[in-house]
Structures are given as C-alpha cells and as structure tokens.
C-alpha cells in the first residue's frame, strides 16, 4: 500500500507541475497587458513603466512562474494588481461561500440521486424506472443557469420564498446563511443528481445479476432483502468515485451560476479578476481548483486501493 501511495504522490505532484506550466502560460499570452489597461490608453510611459516594475512585470515571464509558483509553495499567492491586497486572503473571503455552496449541492444531489438510482434499478423496464430515467435525461440536457433563472423567477420574485441574489454572510447565523445558498444549490445539483443516479441504477444493475446475489435469494431474502443487505454495498464504489469527482466540479463549475445570484465566491472571483486583467489572481484561484480537483481524485485513487487490494498488485 505505501509503494502503491508513494506513486499516486508522485503522479499528484507531476500533474500539479504541468497545470501550473499549462494555467501560467495560458493566461500570460491572452491580449491586454494589465498596468496598461489600470492607467488607461492615454497613460504616460514613465508612468506606465513604474507601476510594471511596481507589479512585478517587468522581468522575464520565466521569472514570474517560478516566483509565483514558489510563493505558492510556502502559503504566498502574490499581490492583486487590482484591489492592492493579498491573493490569499481574496481566496479564504471567497471560499467560505463557494465551499459551502459546492458541499450543500453535493448533499442535494446525493439525498436526490440515491432514492431515484434505486428505486429505477428496483423497477428495471417498469413506468417507474422509465419515468425517472426520463427525468434524469431531462435534468442532463438543461443548462444549469437556464433552471438557475426559473429558480428565481418562481421562488425569489413570484414566491418570494428566497432572495433572488446575493449573500447575507455567515455573520446572521448559520441558517440564513444556508438559505441564501439554497437556490444555487438546487440549481447546481441538478445536472449532478441526474448523472448520479444514472450512474447509481447502472451500478446497481450490474450487481444485481451476479452470481452472489442469486444465491442470496436461492437462501430466501427476498427481492428487496437482497437488495438492501448485498447490493447496494456492492454497487457504491463506482458511484462513489463520481461523487468525488462531482464535489471537485461543484466547487470549480459554479462561476456562472455565481454570476446569476450574485454570489461573493470564487467563480465570481475569477469572472471579476479576469475583466480586470487581475492575472495573478486569475492563475491563483485557478491553480486552487486544479489542486482540489487532483487532490480528489488522489483521495479516490487510494480508498479504491483500501478496498480492492487488486489494483495494489497491477502497479
């Protein structure tokens, strides 16, 4: 198991080192050079050259990636051209909305997934297991802002059950804070609860035609008996790597529906940084989302090696 760690480690580490290679010069080459665009078109050469070597921008590009990328390493993010003010700290502001947002979509989608999965895999080729799997293609095909929009139009400005944007903070309490999250997130976990419990029937489905679970029911558990004590235990680990998976995306996908509500998190972040020319943000808080989403699948790599020593004995 250390052998088998130590290798996914250092793939960890390899893919964070491309990504940062890859996320730097991506952003470094888009047109617009950011001290020009603070002080305008008509901005005077001397002026514009000190605020370039005022914002670090007057070495090499290689310089830049390895003091950025080493300011990374020890907790230092850099300074944002814009607001003046440590990337670090705009990070941890934005991340206590996009956080919870990301979490309380994965509770939704899976507390909506789970029943439906099982339910339509209990009723293969029945009006049950038709109807869901037609609203789980439905909830695949709309577009996540679209539903953010009927969200709001229903419940904000004809209900008027919720705010149709913006965020209280967390200083009101907790559960203000938790409602003004609950329309993103329902409009966030849509899409990820109908893949979830298409993944969730399949999973199942498989299962439930292994020899095992036939001679579950030749011992007398009945249909859902068998169901319940043998299959669904046996049918979580692929659709626990989606959820995994779905939980790195949630916090990296959100930049539009945080646009639509008018959310302080991380997409909004980026959205705004990115207008402003604000690169060093920009490269930051997308370097973040790559470490999770790595990070993650990391994590998973490991607990599928915990569970089936196999995979252990393949690498």
Known sequence: MLRYTLKRLFSLILSLAVASVVIFAVIEIAPGDPASFMLGMNAQPETLAALRSELGLDVSKVERYFAWTSGMLTGDFGTSYTYRTPVIDMIRDRLWVSLPLALYALVISTLVAFPAGIYAASRRGQAGDIGIMGATQLGVAVPNFWFAMMLVLIFAINLRWFAAGGFIGWDAGFWKGLHALTLPAIALALPQA???????????????????????????LSS?????????????IPVLTIIGLQFSFLLAGSIIIEQVFYLPGLGRLVFQSISARDLIVVESVVMLLVFSVILVNFLVDLAYAAVDPRLRSRT
């Open 194 to 220: 109908a893949i979830l419990a298409r993944v969730m029937r399949s999973s199942l489905l498989d299962v439930l035609g292994e020899d095992f679970m036939r001679t579950a029911r030749a011992k007398g």
């Open 224 to 236: 859902r008996q068998a169901l319940w004590r043998h299959g669904l235990r046996n049918a979580l």
